[in-house]
């Protein structure tokens, strides 16, 4: 990459958003890793977890145990994902200018600032460059790898001379590597397969609907050939583990048997995840846009098939899976923030700024006004008080591989939505408003992504669990008396490990509640409870843990820490 296909001003931005997007992930580099998180760290102690156990194709074993883990060390792993979030910003930036060239030469791209400054400022992004696991960070980066080979022979028009060969392998070394790390790297692929065969004009052709049937048909041969090869090349991949994982992702349940609940929860936490920041825009794209952008649309609905109706994902980290969504739809609503922006026959008003400064202000501060704390479980409950517009409660947000859970308040949620909803659905009934609407999008995007970011990072709203996490650990540490631990949904679980007192972790689902009732029976130890997300009072395991002795309790806002005495503990 040729520093003078940049503007001077554009390298300066990269640099200022480079060093931006580090500064907002930096608090949380340290933050405790979170339920399973803290097996990748496991995986690189071959004394502890045998080689060949990661179930995924043998570059994410590769990446995190054997290459970046050991150098960055046991309590840095959350620098691994960073690393190749800070490749992905470049990689997007360098990615737009390919896609939008500029119309004039010394024309600074703005379309790039944008797609680059939405990656640097979505929280989901941010929480996606900090997970520890590769589909956040590493998968976006081999997607990033192969979309520049693939564009880069779009614009030749996919003639293989002239130099373009190296553009070819930049493709392939991106498709093989992703499907390395994880075997939903097919998808890219497939999407990418298929624009291609809209631009040959393939499907009005039967000859060549064969001739790129067959193609397409020796790709995935060879693809599977690679992964059976692989075994030569990282000799700890154990293929017959892998196969065996992936299994359970297509149980023998009936369609309608699926935890559909389950999905629609994780998907909609993924949409407010991704935020009106970036979902909205697409309600503006043009024609040149769509042209444009056509592979990372036909990426998004391949990849919404595919966890949401293909496989049955309930059982897994769904909002982490959903995170492929973030590299298309930023480059997406870059495009279309250009567009909107750049129309100089709609000006600004004061009263514009007037207005949205009132509204955010006051949204703002309705979650500083006191909310109530649903219990996980029923889930229902939740459903039951947004229906009933009981909308002053919050929201918890956490997951199998992070975050660190924390709350944010529904009708703080619920109000930017439907503000923005009716600004951006009135521009098709009103003339000559758009950059009004794109106006409030941007403020109150803002607004909503920061406010995640806040509360993931420091809790000052609705309290911090990584704060609690910390102090608790530093008591269990210090106390000589306490010699076994469970933690409770294995909030800072593998910090407790680390002093050599962890027993176990417990869910509190109800299909385990038989299953606990035993193990809890004969317990006699003690329990770190931060609670978040809430038990329900009427629930066996708030029985127990009431009829343990509180030997340690620290609040912070609406989240409680509590180490528990109990059995002969008590």
Known sequence: MSLDFFHKKEFVWLVFLAIFFVFVRLPAV?????????????????????????????????????????????????????????????????????????????????????????????????????????????????????????????????????????????????????????????????????????????????????????????????????????????PFFNLEYSLNYWKHFANSSSFLDRGWLQTFIQFAKAVMYTSPLLLLPLLFIDKEIWRKTRPFFLFIFIGLFFYLFAFDFSIGAMDRYFQFLIVPLCLISGAVFTKIFSNKEEKLEKIDFITISIISVAIFVLQFFNHFVPALYPKTEWINRVISLKWNFLFPFTGGSGPTGFYISFVFLALIWICLVIFALSHFRIKNIQKRVFFCILILGLLYNTVFVEEYLFGKINGSATKLAVSSVEFIKNNLEIKKVIVYNNNAGWSVMQTGKYERRMYTTPQFEDEYKKILDSFNGHILFIDIPKISDDSFYTSYMNSCKVIYVEKDKYITAKVLGCGKNK
Request: hydrophobic share 55%; no cysteine.
């Open 30 to 234: 340290h933050s405790p890793y979170h339920q399973d998180e803290y097996k990748w760290v496991q995986y690189s102690h071959p004394e502890i977890v045998a080689p060949g156990t990661v179930p995924h194709p043998p570059l994410t074993e590769f990446i995190y145990a054997k290459f970046l883990g050991p150098v960055v060390g046991d309590n840095n792993f959350r620098l691994i994902p960073l690393i190749f979030g800070i490749a992905n910003l470049l990689l997007i930036f360098y990615l737009a200018k390919i896609i939008f060239p500029s119309t004039s030469s010394g024309q600074v791209n703005k379309t790039t600032l944008w797609s680059a400054g939405l990656f640097t400022i979505s929280f989901y992004s941010v929480l996606a460059s900090l997970m520890v696991d590769v589909d956040g960070a590493v998968m976006p980066f081999f997607f990033l790898v192969m979309l520049v080979g693939y564009f880069k022979l779009k614009t030749g028009g996919f003639n293989l001379k002239d130099g373009n060969l190296k553009w070819l392998a930049v493709l392939i070394v991106g498709a093989v590597g992703g499907f390395l790390v994880k075997v939903s790297g097919v998808l890219p692929i497939f999407a990418l397969a298929l624009d291609f065969a809209f631009e040959k004009n393939v499907f009005k052709d039967k000859v060549r609907i064969l001739k790129y049937f067959a193609l397409g048909l020796f790709g995935v041969i060879t693809l599977v050939i690679v992964l059976f090869l692989a075994k030569y090349i990282f």
